[in-house]
């Protein structure tokens, strides 16, 4: 497997030039959640170009890619998984690549994952007589939007046979290039979405005796549910519940009639994921109602805790030692962002791994930029992973 390995550094580099003219394209002409059509096209056009076959429009927008090798295809399957969508942010005009479409942003590092999942299946076509069976491709949609697209997929049930794991592979900005964390078992936490809308009477500032400080009670309630982190969590949970939207829309003088707040509530254990919900309700209602307000709340269900496999997180980890060598491999800590991809993780073993960007601002960041030369180690590594996972 050695000459393998020397073989798959090569071709990772031959290919780098079409690689990055994939990735500018999709920098330049990104699509926000469940509407990427343009993004579908352009891969199709990549499949076909490259005679790979795959079923389309799945979860809308998305692609389900197959590559098959050796006599007997359903010897081994597994999938490799790249999200698609964008994010409704402005780009800084500033940066290398800008986006075309205004409003409109690859902050997330997606257009890397499409571009690097295209070069391996350029990649695994190439080294096909290393390996036998079935490797799916999926181009999935909606990343960033729930319900997620994931879970649609998933709904959707068009891998057959089913795979036995799926790798994804993410950027991470303040790792360089070359560089690749894993984590096995928990990664990432559970997301849900708060929204209260606290109403009641408003009126004159200048008498409030005369009507119900909705503004008031809305910022008791903020104050309020923040004891459910510090004193009903078990504090051996990591557990984070954030506002980053209060809505008050009076004025110097006027009391509004209704005070809109959201937020987000993240964790790692399911149950007291469930139960904290309630408490939420529980807490804003009443606050709300000793203050003479009402409070409707509501709580959009979102992803799940994202978990590693162990013994293909921790198989994929020291097969990224030996192509990337030991220094350049990093353990990672659990992150208290959330992924979609944590759907996958409860039906199917997975290992979901970063890869290095070197970019100076965040993901989410207006001034967002991965360098390009990420993509020959992400495009090789993958291929490297796939094929001996294939043969393990």
């Not at 005070?259 to 408490?279: D, H, M, P, S, Y």
């Not at 965040?362 to 490297?384: C, P």
Request: aromatic share 8%; hydrophobic share 35%.
């Amino acid at each position: 497997m050695q000459d393998l390995k020397k073989e798959l550094k090569k071709y990772s580099s031959n290919i780098y030039q079409e690689i990055k003219d994939i990735r500018i394209h999709l920098h330049e002409n990104p699509e926000l959640s469940f509407k990427e059509f343009e993004t579908s096209a352009f891969i199709k056009s990549f499949l076909d170009k490259n005679q790979i076959s795959y079923i389309d429009k799945v979860a809308k927008t998305g692609i389900v890619a197959r590559l098959e090798s050796g006599t007997k295809p359903s010897k081994k399957t597994i999938a490799l998984r790249a999200d698609m969508d964008a994010l409704p942010i402005e780009e800084d005009k500033n940066n290398k690549y800008c986006s075309h479409n205004t409003g409109v942003m690859h902050a997330c590092g997606h257009d890397l994952h499409i571009a690097s999942l295209l070069g391996v299946a350029k990649t695994l076509n190439k080294f096909s007589s290393y390996w036998e069976g079935t490797i799916y491709l999926i181009f999935q949609p909606g990343e960033e939007l729930l319900p997620g697209g994931a879970k649609l997929i998933l709904e959707q049930d068009v891998m057959k046979p089913k795979p036995e794991l799926i790798l994804a592979q993410h950027v991470l900005p303040d790792m360089k290039i070359g560089e690749f964390g894993f984590k096995s078992g928990i990664y990432m936490a559970s997301g849900d979405e708060i929204y209260l809308e606290i109403k009641s009477k408003g009126g004159h500032g200048a008498m409030p005796h005369k009507t119900t400080d909705t503004v008031l009670a809305a910022s008791h309630i903020i104050v309020a549910l923040q004891q459910i982190v510090s004193r009903r969590c078990d504090a051996r949970i990591p557990t984070v519940l954030s506002f980053g939207k209060f809505i008050a829309n009076g004025a110097t003088n006027i009391i509004p009639e209704k005070v809109n707040i959201e937020g987000t509530f993240r964790t790692f254990n399911e149950q007291w994921r469930n139960e904290a919900k309630e408490l939420i309700k529980e807490i804003a209602t009443c606050t709300a109602k000793s203050m003479g307000c009402e409070c409707e709340v509501e709580i959009k269900h979102g992803y799940p805790c994202l978990y590693n496999n162990e013994t293909i997180s921790n198989l994929s980890q020291e097969l990224a030692k030996d192509y990337c060598g030991e220094e350049n491999i990093k353990t990672m800590d659990i992150r208290l962002t959330t992924e979609d991809f944590g759907y996958f993780s409860q039906e199917y073993p997975v290992c979901f791994y970063r890869f290095g960007v070197n970019s100076e601002n965040a993901l989410h960041s207006s001034k967002f930029e991965a360098q390009d030369e990420s993509l020959i180690d992400s495009v090789g590594l993958m291929s490297w992973l796939s094929i001996n996972l294939m043969n393990s």
